[in-house]
């Protein structure tokens, strides 16, 4: 057992119950055992008191889409490195991907995974389990054993299925065990060979572009398939103004959809590209500006639900290509935090909202205890400060990988201490 813990001084804000006030939350046995807005609360004698002098507490962010390199590709990334990784960025849990060597489609390997997690990392690792046997989009798998094994939703990953008929029979299947289906929303026949958003900038640069279509039909297909079947949907990630518009009219008639979106395309636009910088070459394409503004409306009117890293560590040799060579994927997990923040400084959207979408929404969808500050809930904390200035450094990054797309920019926001089941997994040292 932990020594109690007090955290007193603090500007808590819990986006799941709307509180932005002064306080201390006392943590015993890896739970929030009391919360005091304003007034003194009884401190263990045996208790560890830290003050926050004003610093913000917050639930610990759940990211929902984390690609690993464990099993099969340690080289990239393990659980033991993502969780170093997610700690210093403030996750306290991550959905991993099931894009691993081999596929997680089985219920032994999620089992394996929750277990070696367990012994290796440092915050909470949420198993997916693969929609379809080896993510090859032809065969689905079993759900309700990859259920009882843990898993907390299905999802392809970074592949779509591109079957309609396979997917609704996939949505029926999910909707009888009550599983979430997170579809990765892409027509392959209109994505072919490109590697970059359509448009002139791509036109200028030599290269083959991606349609914004290859992203609204999928998605428009799956919103009506997940009417016609009741199945909880999420997309995976948008990134253009239509299909905003796309979930905003059917969350008036639907209320178990709900969208993401990657941090890259709400803080990142195509121009970020610059002279074919691969970093920057993404699975779901930088947009434009205008696109870029649209989805930040999305955010704010509540069309998109959830904002997450799409950490994708990937290794110097495959980023280091030509442009329409290289592979694709950015690391997130440390920058998450402070690039959303950026929406905050420069008033796009409010704390509140931004918080939310990184802690009680995807608590919500994934039907976790977390993601929030009450009695009761996990002791899955973070104290960060709003303010404190710092730039992205490839050698300080604890991922394995260094490929991210916030290499030398200059960041507002930093997480001081994280707190995982009650204890300090990571502080912040000057």
């Known amino acids: 057992m932990t020594r109690p813990l007090l955290i007193e001084n603090a500007r808590i804000i819990d986006p799941a119950s709307g509180t932005d006030a002064k306080g201390a939350v006392l943590v015993e046995n890896g739970l929030i055992s009391d919360i005091a807005l304003g007034a003194p609360v009884g401190v263990p004698e045996d208790a560890e008191v830290v003050n926050a002098n004003g610093l913000i507490l917050a639930p610990g962010l759940i990211d929902m889409r984390v690609f690993t390199g464990e099993p099969g590709k340690e080289y990239r990334e393990t659980l033991a490195s993502a969780g170093e990784a997610a700690a210093a960025g403030g996750v306290t849990s991550f959905v991993m991907m099931p894009d691993t060597s081999p596929v997680v489609d089985d219920g032994a390997l999620v089992d394996f995974l929750i277990r070696r997690a367990k012994a290796t990392s440092k915050v909470n690792v949420l198993p997916s389990g693969a929609i379809t046997k080896g993510l090859a989009g032809q065969e689905i798998t079993e759900f309700g054993l990859l259920q009882e094994a843990g898993a907390v939703c299905l999802t392809d990953g970074r592949h779509s299925i591109q079957s309609s008929a396979l997917l609704r029979t996939v949505m029926s299947y999910a909707a009888n065990y009550g599983m979430t289906v997170i579809h990765h929303v892409s027509d392959q026949s209109l994505t072919g060979d490109g590697v970059m958003n359509e448009g002139l900038f791509a036109t200028i640069l030599g290269l ?27 997309a995976a990630q948008i990134s253009c103004a239509a299909s905003v518009d796309l979930m905003a009219a059917a969350k008036k008639r639907n209320a178990s959809i709900t969208s993401g979106i990657s941090i890259n395309n709400l803080a990142l636009n195509e121009n970020d590209i610059g002279r074919y910088r691969t970093f920057f070459k993404l699975g779901t394409p930088l947009r434009s500006e205008d696109d870029r503004q649209a989805v930040i409306e999305g955010l704010r009117s509540g069309a ?16 280091r290509q030509p442009f329409a060579e290289a592979s694709d994927g950015a690391i997130g997990l440390e920058t998450l935090l402070a690039a959303a923040l950026r929406l905050h400084h420069s008033g796009d959207v409010d704390l509140m909202t931004i918080l939310r979408a990184m802690t009680s929404r995807p608590a919500e969808i994934l039907g976790l205890s977390s993601g929030r500050i009450a009695k009761g809930a996990p002791a899955d904390l973070i104290l960060f400060d709003l303010d404190y200035p710092w730039q992205v450094s490839e050698r300080d990054l604890r991922s394995r990988s260094r490929n991210t797309s916030f290499e030398g920019a200059r960041l507002a926001g930093k997480v001081m201490r994280t707190i995982v089941g009650g204890e300090t997994v990571h502080v912040h040292i000057e």
């Open 208 to 234: 083959k572009g991606i349609p914004r279509e290859a992203e609204t039909i999928p998605l428009a297909r799956d919103l009506q398939l997940a009417a016609l079947t009741g199945a909880k949907y999420h």
């Open 304 to 319: 998109i639900d959830t904002i997450h890293s799409d950490h994708d560590p990937q290794d110097t040799e495959v980023k």
